[in-house]
C-alpha cells in the first residue's frame, strides 16, 4: 500500500469524488470485496451511474463495466472486473486511484508501492494505439461498398505531416485503398470488448493537426449502404474521442479481431465525421 503522504501528496488537487483500492492481507485482485465501489463515492456522484461504470486509463484503453446491487452494496459484474485486472496485470504492489469524470465515466490511475505511476501499457498489455511511419505508398482505387458515397466534404489533411498515423489493429494490409479521399487523415481501429468509446490517438491528431467540436456536439458516422448513424464529441482524461461506437460495433455485429478504417472527413478544418469501412478478421 501506498504511504499516506504518497496518498496525501496525489489527492492534494483533486476535488472530484475519489477512493482509492489496494490489496488487504489474504486479498488478491479477483477477491469478491475488490469489485466493490464504496457507497460514500456513490452518494457524493449523485446517482451519476447506476447500471456500469467506463474505467479509462493514462494510454488510452477504456473497459466498460457492469454493475450489480447485492443488499446495500454495488458490484461490478465479476467477468469485466476480472478483464480489467488481467488486462492490467495488477499485482501485490498496485494500487488504484479512481477518480470520477464525469457521469458514468471514472478515471484510473495504477501506482506501485513506491509512488511511481504506471503511465504507459503495462507489460504484456496490447496497447489501442502507438505511432505508425510508413513508408510513402499510392493510393489504391476504393475497393468497399463506400466506393458509392458522396465525400461529403472534400477536405484534405493540409496542415498536417505527409505520413500516415495509425491506431493499433490486427493485420490490415494496405489500409489507404478502403479510403474514399485519399487525401484524408484515417487511423485503423481493432475492434475489442473493452472500448466504448472511439478515441483518437495523439499521434492521429498531432500528424494531421486535427481540430474537434466542442464536447457533446454531434459527429456523424458514414456507413457503407450510405446510411449514417450519431455520436457526440466527448474529451476522457485530455483525449478526444466520440461516443456510439460500441452501439455501432454491435449494431453492425462486428467481432473482436475485426478492424475498421476510420477516415476523418473535415468541415472548416473541424472534424465532423467518420467515415467507417469494415474490415473482417480471416
Same mark, same amino acid.
Not at 466527448?234 to 449494431?251: D, E, H, M, T
Given at each position: 500500500?501506498?504511504?499516506?503522504?504518497?496518498? &496525501?501528496?496525489?489527492?492534494?488537487?483533486?476535488?472530484?469524488?475519489?477512493?482509492?483500492?489496494?490489496?488487504?492481507? *489474504?486479498?488478491?485482485?479477483? !477477491?469478491?470485496?475488490?469489485?466493490?465501489?464504496?457507497?460514500?463515492?456513490?452518494?457524493?456522484?449523485?446517482?451519476?451511474?447506476?447500471?456500469?461504470?467506463? $474505467?479509462?486509463?493514462?494510454?488510452?484503453? !477504456?473497459?466498460?463495466?457492469?454493475?450489480?446491487?447485492?443488499?446495500? &452494496?454495488?458490484?461490478?459484474?465479476?467477468?469485466?472486473?476480472?478483464?480489467?485486472?488481467?488486462?492490467?496485470?495488477? @499485482? +501485490?504492489?498496485?494500487?488504484?486511484?479512481?477518480?470520477?469524470?464525469?457521469?458514468?465515466?471514472?478515471?484510473?490511475?495504477? $501506482?506501485?508501492?513506491? #509512488?511511481?505511476?504506471?503511465?504507459?501499457?503495462?507489460? %504484456?498489455?496490447? +496497447?489501442?494505439?502507438?505511432?505508425?511511419?510508413?513508408?510513402?505508398?499510392?493510393?489504391?482505387?476504393?475497393?468497399?461498398?463506400?466506393?458509392?458515397?458522396?465525400? #461529403?466534404? @472534400?477536405?484534405?489533411?493540409? @496542415? #498536417?505531416?505527409?505520413?500516415?498515423?495509425?491506431?493499433?489493429?490486427?493485420?490490415?494490409?494496405? +489500409?489507404?485503398? =478502403?479510403?474514399?479521399?485519399? &487525401?484524408?487523415?484515417? $487511423?485503423?481501429?481493432?475492434?475489442?470488448?473493452?472500448?466504448?468509446?472511439?478515441?483518437? !490517438?495523439? +499521434?492521429?491528431?498531432?500528424?494531421?493537426?486535427?481540430?474537434?467540436?466542442?464536447?457533446?456536439?454531434?459527429?456523424?458516422?458514414?456507413?457503407?449502404?450510405?446510411?449514417?448513424?450519431? #455520436?457526440?464529441?466527448?474529451? =476522457?482524461?485530455?483525449?478526444?474521442?466520440?461516443? %456510439?461506437?460500441?452501439?455501432?460495433?454491435?449494431?453492425?455485429?462486428?467481432?473482436?479481431?475485426? !478492424?475498421?478504417?476510420?477516415?476523418? &472527413?473535415?468541415? *472548416? %478544418?473541424?472534424?465532423?465525421?467518420?467515415?467507417?469501412?469494415?474490415?473482417?478478421?480471416?
Amino acid at each position: 500500500m501506498l504511504p499516506k503522504n504518497a496518498i &496525501e501528496k496525489i489527492q492534494a488537487n483533486v476535488s472530484k469524488p475519489c477512493f482509492w483500492k489496494s490489496l488487504s492481507p *489474504g486479498q488478491t485482485w479477483k !477477491s469478491k470485496s475488490m469489485r466493490i465501489i464504496p457507497e460514500d463515492f456513490v452518494r457524493r456522484t449523485r446517482g451519476a451511474f447506476e447500471h456500469r461504470v467506463v $474505467f479509462s486509463v493514462r494510454w488510452e484503453n !477504456s473497459w466498460q463495466l457492469w454493475l450489480e446491487r447485492e443488499k446495500n &452494496e454495488l458490484f461490478m459484474i465479476e467477468e469485466d472486473w476480472n478483464e480489467f485486472v488481467d488486462d492490467n496485470h495488477l @499485482g +501485490p504492489n498496485d494500487n488504484l486511484f479512481i477518480k470520477h469524470d464525469e457521469t458514468m465515466n471514472l478515471e484510473v490511475q495504477i $501506482f506501485k508501492n513506491n #509512488g511511481v505511476e504506471i503511465i504507459d501499457v503495462p507489460l %504484456g498489455v496490447e +496497447p489501442e494505439t502507438e505511432p505508425f511511419h510508413p513508408t510513402p505508398k499510392k493510393p489504391h482505387k476504393e475497393t468497399t461498398p463506400a466506393s458509392s458515397f458522396a465525400s #461529403g466534404s @472534400g477536405c484534405s489533411a493540409n @496542415g #498536417g505531416t505527409n505520413g500516415r498515423a495509425k491506431q493499433r489493429s490486427s493485420d490490415v494490409k494496405n +489500409p489507404e485503398r =478502403y479510403l474514399l479521399n485519399p &487525401e484524408n487523415p484515417y $487511423f485503423v481501429q481493432a475492434v475489442t470488448k473493452r472500448n466504448d468509446v472511439l478515441y483518437v !490517438s495523439r +499521434p492521429v491528431v498531432q500528424s494531421y493537426r486535427l481540430k474537434f467540436g466542442p464536447v457533446k456536439s454531434t459527429i456523424t458516422y458514414l456507413l457503407p449502404g450510405e446510411k449514417k448513424e450519431e #455520436g457526440e464529441n466527448r474529451i =476522457y482524461n485530455g483525449k478526444p474521442c466520440f461516443s %456510439g461506437w460500441s452501439v455501432l460495433c454491435r449494431r453492425h455485429n462486428l467481432n473482436i479481431g475485426d !478492424s475498421v478504417v476510420c477516415e476523418l &472527413e473535415r468541415s *472548416g %478544418g473541424v472534424v465532423t465525421a467518420v467515415r467507417v469501412h469494415f474490415v473482417k478478421k480471416d
